[in-house]
């Protein structure tokens, strides 16, 4: 067994953008990192709902990491969640992932509360669950996770897209005037004046991260807004989506923003859909098409939905311009069947 080791910020940061660096540049020639972009900054979210505790397999002499393992407690839906583990490649199938996990788990255990495990974050949105989108890969992985108490069976397929271009993009033809049929005023707000209504609306969607996602949006008005859709007839919330720019608190956590080749990027992030709406995907794709039009008016060339439902694959997103970005599996369970883990001397 390796000794792991609490992740000390002072004095690990450097050695964990050094690893980072290390894994990305490791990675499969030609297929694209899910790390791309990150530094140790990335993952550190140093916010009040979410605390956080990391860990380290080091080497105290060069002061190196060997590998990383990064947990968070969702307070609001006592979540705790494994954000991202790594190890050096060239120290793989050593079992430090395996010390780095059982670790976690053991940590996450102890919070107050804890409900659920999950295996994936969209805060940060490094990884969102599993890798899924390198073939061979995706089967070792899964294996590697299943060995480690995690029911892989019970996932749900999640992933990032991007639309490049936007310069010369333009809206699929009768897309916007679906818009209007949509039966539903539109507008898009800043600031946190705006946060009671907003934050019941999203209550209808108990998703892990999403609310803090919210907040940190609303308490960013210089940089994030949200777009509403609003029933016509009583002005009740249908539909929000946040938009944010790469001068924002959230970019931080998308390092993907910051791996378009250099590009100017806008953000949508963490669509919620009433569940009395009758035109789910009418609605949805309005939202989305609002934002990258506001997107496309500050000058950006690319947008990123961090984090959507299923493979990409639906809901018109491909015919707006969006393609895959990375593909992932989001695995949780019940706190009750982590504790039935071997102890690790």
Known sequence: ??????????????????????????????????????????LLLRNADIPEAHFVVRNSSTQALYGFCSTYFFKATGTGVI???????SRRKLSIGHSLHNRAIRTLLQREGIKRFQLGSRLPSLYLGIPTGHGGERKRLRSWFANLGWNTALSRAVCSMVARNLSTWT??????????????????????????????????????GLAEVYKMALADPTACGIIRAKRPEDGALVGTVVLYNMQSQLAEFVPGMKDLGGEMAGGISSPVISPSVGEYSTL????????????????????????MDGDGNFDGLSAMGFATLH???????????????????
């Open 1 to 42: 067994h390796w000794l792991v080791e609490a992740f000390n910020e002072e004095r690990d940061s450097n050695a964990l953008d050094v690893l980072i660096k290390t894994v990305v540049e490791g990675n499969t020639p030609g297929l694209h990192s899910e790390l791309s972009g990150a530094t140790s900054n990335s």
């Open 83 to 89: 954000g991202a583990v790594f190890v050096d490649p």
């Open 171 to 208: 809206p699929p033809p009768g897309m916007a005037k679906s818009l209007q049929s949509a039966g539903a005023d539109f507008d898009l707000v800043y600031g946190w004046e705006y946060a009671g209504p907003v934050l019941d609306h999203i209550k209808t969607n108990n998703r892990q």
């Open 284 to 307: 949805l794709q309005g939202l989305i098409l609002l934002g990258m039009r506001q997107i496309k008016q500050q000058g950006c060339n690319a947008c990123i939905l961090d984090y």
């Open 327 to 345: 593909h992932f599996e989001e695995v949780s369970c019940d706190a009750a069947t982590m504790t039935m883990l071997p102890p690790s001397s």
